[in-house]
């Protein structure tokens, strides 16, 4: 079955950089209807939905990250990634990458997760 | 953009039953899935559709659905069903978003 590995740097300094990328194995990221996403995790917070990106492509956002997060996919190496911009300790959390289903009418869910990765924003 | 309302936490004696509601307008229109995360651990989804549940989840987790609200009931509730509890939907315009939790206590 699908699984899903994050990876990258766990610190970042402000102002940078934030990037991560995401493994899928057990299955190809090009499927059709396949939606690759990221979510992210505050210390003792809760689940907060950063995006995702259609297989096609098309990413959608999440109106409060803005002109700061990008996601994209890399078919040949069968990874999607994540870059966000302009990091403050506020961006500290554990990410984690899941697999989205939506069928086009109501039904829509993540499932698998990865483990999560946690990014801490200190200089 | 869009909301989802939880109650940040309940408790049920051990075998009896809890519903955990989120309440949120994308309801009407987008169904709810729902994940249990326990400590340390990434979220599992428990619930997705009106009342489907993942292979090797216990069939005391269900769901239901009325107007703007969706439920998650676990009926006989265990000790290892003592965890964080998320419901999650979308919007018209593909925006996602969580609801903010509940703590489930299992007495």
């Known amino acids: 079955q699908v699984q899903l590995q994050e990876s990258g740097p766990g610190l970042v300094k402000p102002s940078q950089t934030l990037s991560l990328t995401c493994t899928v194995s057990g299955g190809s990221i090009s499927g059709r209807d396949d939606y690759w996403s990221w979510i992210r995790q505050a210390p003792g917070k809760g689940l907060e939905w950063i995006g995702y990106?259609?297989?096609?492509?098309?990413?959608y956002y999440n109106p409060s990250l803005g002109s700061r997060l990008t996601i994209s996919l890399d078919t040949s190496k069968n990874q999607f990634s994540l870059k966000l911009t302009s990091v403050t300790a506020a961006d500290t959390a554990v990410y984690y990458c899941?697999?989205?289903?939506?069928?086009?009418?109501?039904?829509?869910?993540?499932?698998?997760w990865g483990q999560g990765t946690l990014v801490t924003v200190s200089s | 953009s869009s909301e989802l309302t939880q109650d940040p936490a309940v408790s049920v004696a051990l075998g009896q039953t809890v519903r955990i509601t989120c309440h949120g307008d994308?309801?009407?229109?987008?169904?709810a899935s729902w994940y249990q995360q326990k400590p340390g651990q990434a979220p599992i989804l428990v619930i997705f559709g009106e009342n489907s549940r993942p292979s090797g989840i216990p069939d005391r987790f269900s769901g239901s659905i009325s107007g703007y609200t969706a439920s998650l009931t676990i009926t006989g509730a265990q000790a290892e069903d003592e965890a964080d509890y998320y419901c999650?939907?979308?919007?018209?315009?593909?925006?996602?978003?969580f609801g903010g939790g509940t703590k489930v206590t299992v007495l």
């Open positions: 999650n939907s979308r919007d018209s315009s593909g925006v996602g978003v």
């Open positions: 899941a697999k989205y289903y939506y069928d086009g009418t109501g039904l829509n869910w993540f499932d698998p």
């Open positions: 990106i259609y297989s096609s492509g098309s990413a």
């Open positions: 994308s309801l009407r229109l987008f169904y």
